[in-house]
């Protein structure tokens, strides 16, 4: 008994294992070339929704910056 049990849950997870697809939870990624008297903050408030402070961060850790320094002509990645 517990073994036809174990084969079907074997079974079952392998269907939707087989069946599974990313759901695309990170979203598309776009570019954005900065302009002069662009920061952080600015890209981020024009970017994202609710806190700026997250939007920042997203966009230091997308692409790797020290800090918060850009320079105009400069392309950054949005996730």
Same mark, same amino acid.
Do not use: C
């Given at each position: 008994?517990?073994?036809?049990? /174990?084969?079907?849950?074997? @079974? %079952? @997870? *392998?269907?939707? /294992?087989?069946?599974? $697809? &990313? @759901?695309?939870? $990170? %979203?598309?990624?776009? +570019?954005? =070339?900065? =302009? &002069?008297?662009? #920061?952080?903050? #600015?890209?981020? +408030? +024009? $970017?994202? /929704?609710?806190?700026? !402070?997250?939007?920042?961060? =997203?966009?230091? #850790?997308?692409?790797?910056? %020290?800090? #918060?320094?850009? !320079?105009? %002509?400069?392309? *950054? *990645? @949005?996730?």
């Amino acid at each position: 008994m517990f073994a036809k049990i /174990a084969i079907f849950a074997t @079974l %079952g @997870l *392998l269907a939707w /294992a087989a069946g599974a $697809h &990313p @759901l695309g939870a $990170h %979203g598309q990624k776009a +570019s954005y =070339r900065v =302009r &002069p008297y662009d #920061t952080l903050w #600015t890209i981020a +408030s +024009s $970017h994202y /929704a609710g806190d700026v !402070r997250e939007g920042v961060w =997203r966009i230091e #850790t997308a692409n790797h910056l %020290g800090g #918060t320094m850009i !320079r105009p %002509g400069q392309v *950054l *990645l @949005l996730p």
